[in-house]
């Protein structure tokens, strides 16, 4: 009688203990990340053990001893690098700029993950053309030399220049101008009132466009219709805060995170040691809010008319609302819509208020009642039976579709990132 031989049990692979040291104060870290915390999510389990460089906190000397599978780490020094370097483990860096990348930089013996500032900036210029804009302005960080600034910039006015448009660039600060807002106000203030108008305006990042904001208000400039502005980043909370509404490029930053844990997982899999690379990741879009929402219309009359409608989306002005605010009777307001917007007044409020509704619903959490009854219509079915007549789909579905575009970036066959 023959017996059975024991197959040996396999024993289940060991989940990927990785170390995350990321200084989260900063949103766009936070955002990056978001991104490898997702990453794992759907390609995981990985157990994690997170640094943030908040005091007091818990660090991880002692990487051998907790069983440490691979590093994604935030460097900014050459010393952070020299750390990362002498554990020998899978790593994956994100850095701030290229400037970090040269041989002579440890940090350049890793496998990178950054941002494309330029990228962003051109993209700017697009949107800004796409606009039909002639004259442009740029409003760079208050500390004239960080890298980032610069290179969106550079990305800006580059792209500007191959259409054959210039660019005002605001001029550098003082000392005590970069101390204090206060004092930089003026000048900033006095900047704003020479430039010719009508002009479309990039700031480097979302806090820089809001002072910009502020300033144009207190210096009584309409925007967007005399100046139309851009901020980077798209912090919801400042944009949706801002007056008017702030639209801004969403950098991509968790896509960026995504891409990071991606290229980690590869090489903690990899038995053979693989080159350093670096992944230039672009951002993913421009989100419209009221900041830049202008169709340059050179009626005044129709102008007002159309910066009433926005700023009265909640209270559901109408068309006799418009007309009695400006001291004009409806006919004539009818008659000079007709030749400024190529159509009625009811067609206007309808357009502003849908763009107001697809912003809600792309950067909020707010119900269908809420965004509605924010755009000025009379009820949730009201809204979306507009909704669905003019962009054939429910505002449910919209909003489904627009959060379904986190884009898989395995096989690096993302569009948004360029490995070189």
């Not at 989260?24 to 997170?50: K, S």
């Not at 986190?406 to 993302?414: A, M, T």
Request: proline share 6%; with cysteine.
């Amino acid at each position: 009688m023959k017996v059975p031989r024991h197959r040996p049990v396999r024993q289940a692979a060991r989940v990927p203990r990785v170390l995350l040291q990321f200084p989260t104060a900063n949103l766009v870290h936070r955002r990056m990340l978001n991104g490898i915390l997702r990453y794992a999510q759907q390609r995981g389990p990985w157990e994690f053990h997170v640094i943030t460089d908040m005091p007091g906190e818990q660090g991880l000397r002692r990487t051998q001893e907790w069983g440490c599978s691979g590093i994604v780490a935030y460097l900014r020094t050459p010393a952070d690098a020299d750390t990362a370097l002498a554990v020998r483990l899978p790593t994956v860096v994100c850095v701030p700029d290229r400037r970090f990348l040269v041989p002579e930089n440890p940090i350049s013996r890793f496998t990178a993950v950054l941002l494309d500032h330029k990228a962003i900036g051109s993209l700017a210029a697009d949107y800004f053309l796409g606009l039909r804009f002639t004259r442009f302005a740029f409003v760079g960080h208050v500390q004239e030399a960080v890298p980032w600034s610069i290179n969106r910039k550079c990305g800006f006015v580059q792209r500007l220049k191959k259409s054959g448009c210039g660019c005002f660039c605001y001029p550098r600060t003082s000392q005590r101008e970069r101390d204090d807002f206060g004092v930089e106000q003026k000048r900033l203030r006095g900047w704003l009132l020479r430039l010719p108008k009508p002009i479309a305006l990039l700031a480097a990042s979302d806090r820089r466009a809001t002072q910009v904001l502020d300033t144009c208000l207190d210096a009584g400039l309409s925007v967007p219709h005399e100046i139309a502005v851009l901020g980077v980043d798209n912090d919801e909370v400042v944009c949706e805060t801002a007056s008017p509404p702030l639209t801004s490029i969403d950098i991509g930053e968790e896509n960026a995170g995504f891409e990071a844990a991606r290229l980690l997982d590869v090489l903690m899999r990899s038995r053979k040691s693989r080159p350093p690379s670096i992944v230039l990741h672009g951002p993913r879009q421009v989100v419209p809010r009221r900041s830049t929402e202008t169709d340059h219309i050179a009626d005044p009359l129709i102008a007002k008319a159309v910066t009433y409608i926005q700023t009265n989306l909640c209270s559901s002005a109408n068309v006799s609302d418009v007309a009695r605010h400006l001291n004009i009777s409806r006919r004539l307001l009818e008659m000079r819509a007709k030749q400024a917007l190529g159509g009625t007044v009811r067609d206007e409020i309808l357009r502003v208020r849908l763009q107001h509704a697809q912003a809600l619903l792309r950067n909020t959490a707010m119900t269908m009642g809420e965004i509605g009854a924010a755009c000025g219509f009379s009820g949730t079915s009201h809204f979306g039976l507009r909704f669905r007549e003019v962009f054939g789909t429910t505002p449910t579905v919209f909003r489904a579709q627009f959060r379904g575009k986190g884009v898989s970036l395995e096989n690096g066959k993302d569009s948004g990132s360029l490995v070189i």
